[in-house]
């Protein structure tokens, strides 16, 4: 019964409808209604994603829930969902963080909250869209889509130098994806006029052709993930988005591009993905490397986490292409644990700065005298983000460490240096903020968290313990899809020499 | 059964024609505070004519008055999108006639007559029908912009477009006539056909191909050949600006389908006029977006915006084939829609005394009316190409057919320019979203305007999500009547 139920759509469209009611509150007045509403609608959303995870047969091989209905017949663009288990956790880490982002911004929004909530229930049903789609233009059109409502959410309920971040934000990813258009309509026409990821799959291509279509591809994914050296719009849209903002774009936009690389570089162009894994492997540890210095000296703590992101996005990158089962299913894990683990922090920061107004390490100081209930929590997601075994961010970081040893020792032990890098930006921050004497009058007055606060955090901290100790319920479903993009990879499809 | 002379493929035009002199002259009987009749009128003759569009169309091609008119898919289609744009012109543009004294009845009848210019052209095929619409609506509209003239800026505006539009005349006319020199007719299919059996002589129908490739990239203000865009854009009064910009779109596009596709269209003649396309569709896209950026009144940024999304549908066009030519055709109606819900909202932010046409005008507009903020909002978006918007449609079919002409660099470079145009659009967005506002005053305008804002803004989305019948319309009809 669950297979007959459009579930995938509803994953897509229970947010976008609840998105519109909300809208439709309209003005301030009615911001009461517009928080209920909205928050029936995220939990709605993401009930409905649950009987996916209920109802997936992690043994079978190939897409599940599939829905196909023709959209654009003059371009044979067909509206077609369908899930394995890498979308599968992806869908349900983007619903659930959809719930924490409108309880964290339940008080904290003030000024057109209508509006606020529904971005991020657009936000969410279009990125449920991303993860389902399995039509390359449905993809993109998803993929494009999620760019409206940051660009709104960045520019509107931003910090003071939002319209730069917004507009940065907007155009560093536009320019990305553009060039993935014009590669996914030459792919249309080299196929004889299909867009299904299925056919493109099959396709053979030149490794010429290979190589162009990766590297546009690659732009687009490399930006959203995002790998050094075009990382440069993240710290701004970081630093300057509101705590919802930050959150959504670390746990779940940052996917996107990592999510890319699974769907469409890797098995549409997979000799080029082999032929070019040193350039992405080189570029994934300069980031692990580099980046983790570089967030060692920030001052900021948005800025600190959002530097921390991109290194741990290198060890998606790089499991992606080290092309062995432990890699690829690490860098998945990988994923799912940052966006719990960095959605966490940014709430923590948000927390901190709701009632101070200030991301300075150096305006805060013995917070734990005050607050000792956010230390506890805080420190539990330091470490995660330290990759502390027995919470979740050591999983993804040791399992891809193994595949990268399998293939060359030396990067492993690059990659290796994150631990020790991680440990010392995360925990030298949490020591400033949150250790010491209390540091000056603000933090005097500090008041530990609220019950909403203390209920997102606490949901986020069961997760990500319960990822650490038992990691089998995520694992279990990846071991088909990876082992068959792995098989698909190694075949090659260049066509023989005529 | 054939008549001598059937005229109803031309009800419409003969209908409009009528109903042009009985404006003329019940406007004398009508006085001023009474010229809603006027106004009531025009768009009851609009909406007659869409309702003999209609009955009068078969899906095939019917010729008449001796094969100079024809009456095919492609013009039918056509011809309702201009009745349908200019029915919602005129609703979005009653409450600024009124208040700016201009709601009488000369601006009713130039609308019209150029209207049938429009339809004229649309339907001709011959050279001289052609160019007799072509001059009809020339005419009206060179009126038209001068409509205020005690505005310097726009009798400047009218001089300069008058002064262009007859230079450009002059060129088609030219190259016209070389091509009844190399081909012995002036009949469009026959000027085909003639091509197609080796009858013509090449070296002068090439000659007469480049001026009358000049004299289309003036009717649709390509570059080099888009000096009166901006000056018209800025000088003429607003309405005035939305009908220039909106309705003659779909004439000059069928006006190119006649002579390029149809009577030009033999496939060793698209390679030569291909290459003049390609120059002209790159200098658009370059000079029209990278001139938007520097621009601070609203009207002047729209019209070098609308220089680059023509450069877009010549992009569609120089594919030379029906996949082609439906994309550039699908790529001007969305145009259409899109010009008319971004002057249409100038239209409804202005109001007695104050013309709303600067983009900072737009500041804080999400604070006024956060409803009105939002279509903008898709608006722009859609012109920037950003789906689920209709603008990202149109960009994707272009794309594909110049993909397919085998023109990747082309492709390319489209799209980098079209991050250019991101970058200006946004601004507009920045502007109503990011920004307090700095005139609190709520929005005047009538209801039936917001009534059709909300329509016009809501449609860019919805043919977003469900673009396919629009497309197949265009493809279709373009195969109906392009055998």
Known sequence: ?498 | MQYILPLWPAYPELFLLLMVCVILVADLFVSDENRIVTYALTQATLIGCAILTYLTATGEPVYTFSGMFVDDLMSDVLKLMTYLGTVVVLVYSRTYLATRDLFRGEFFVLVLFAILGMLIMISANHMLTLYLGLELMSLALYASVALRRDSPVATEAAMKYFVLGALSSGMLLYGMSMIYGATGTLEITRIAETIAEGAATDFVLIFGLVFVVAGIGFKLGAVPFHMWIPDVYQGAPTPVTLIVSSAPKFAAFAFIMRLLGQALGAEQLVAEWQQMLVVMAVLSLVVGNITAIAQTNLKRMLAYSTISHMGFVLLGVLAGDIVGYSAGMFYIVVYVLMNIGTFGMILLLSRAGFEAENIDDFKGLNQRSPWYAFMMLLLMFSMTGIPPTVGFYAKLAVLQAVLDAGYLWLAVLAVMMSLVGAFYYLRIVKVMYFDPPVDGSPLTAREDARMLMSVNGLAVLALGILPQPLMALCLYSIRASLQ
């Open chain 1, 1 to 498: 019964m669950l297979q007959d139920m459009p579930l995938l759509s509803l994953a897509i469209w229970v947010p976008i409808v609840a998105g519109l009611l909300v809208l439709a509150t309209g003005s301030d007045r009615h911001a009461p209604v517009a928080r209920v509403l909205a928050l029936v609608g995220s939990i709605l959303g993401f009930v409905v994603t649950l009987p996916l995870y209920a109802g997936y047969d992690p043994a079978a091989h190939g897409f599940q829930f599939g829905e196909l209905k023709p959209w654009i017949e003059t371009f044979n663009i067909n509206y077609h969902l369908g899930i394995d288990g890498i979308s599968l956790l992806l869908i349900l880490l983007n619903s659930f963080t959809t719930v924490l982002v409108i309880i964290a911004g339940w008080e904290v929004i003030r000024e057109r909250v209508a509006q606020y909530m529904a971005a991020f229930l657009f936000l969410s049903g279009v990125m449920n869209g991303v993860f389902a789609a399995l039509d390359a233009m449905l993809f993109y059109v998803f993929f494009e889509a999620t760019l409206i409502p940051m660009f709104i959410i960045i520019g509107v309920w931003g910090g003071p130098n939002r319209v730069y971040a917004a507009l940065k934000f907007f155009l560093y990813t536009l320019m990305g994806s553009l060039l993935t258009l014009v590669a996914l309509i030459y792919l249309y026409n080299v196929s004889g006029g299909s867009f299904a990821l299925a056919d493109l799959y099959r396709l053979p291509l030149t490794l010429a052709s290979q190589v162009a279509i990766f590297i546009a591809f690659f732009l687009a994914f490399a930006v959203k993930v995002p790998m050094w050296p075009v990382h440069t719009w993240l710290p701004d849209a970081h630093v300057e988005a509101p705590t919802g903002g930050s959150v959504v774009l670390a746990a779940i936009m940052l996917k996107l591009g990592g999510y890319g690389f699974i769907r469409l570089s890797l098995p549409i162009v997979p000799d080029a993905s082999q032929y070019l894994a040193g350039f992405v492997i080189a570029l994934s540890l300069i980031a692990v490397v580099y980046i983790g210095l570089v967030a060692l000296v920030q001052s900021d703590m948005k800025k600190l986490i959002a530097y921390s992101s991109i290194a741990h996005m290198g060890f998606v990158t790089l499991g992606l292409f080290i092309f062995n089962a432990q890699g690829l299913e690490g860098a998945v894990i990988q994923m799912i644990s940052h966006g719990f683990v960095s959605g966490a922090l940014f709430l923590c920061v948000g927390v901190l700065y709701d009632r101070l107004h200030s991301r300075q390490i150096a305006d805060y100081g013995g917070v734990v005298n005050r607050m000792p209930v956010f230390a506890a929590l805080f420190m539990l997601f330091a470490m995660a983000n330290s990759g502390l075994p027995g919470t979740s961010g050591f999983v993804g970081e040791f399992i891809v460490i193994l595949g990268a040893m399998k293939v060359n020792f030396w990067y492993a032990f690059a990659a290796g240096w994150t631990l020790i890098f991680g440990a010392a930006y995360t925990l030298w921050m949490y020591k400033r903020v949150i250790f010491g004497g209390v540091a000056n009058t603000h933090v005097a007055e500090l008041k530990d968290i609220n019950l909403r606060e203390f209920l997102v955090l606490g949901l986020l901290a069961v997760v990500v313990l319960y990822m650490g100790l038992y990691p089998n319920p995520f694992a279990e479903v990846l071991h088909v899809p990876v082992n068959d993009i792995l098989t698909h990879v190694m075949q090659g499809k260049i066509p023989a020499a005529q």
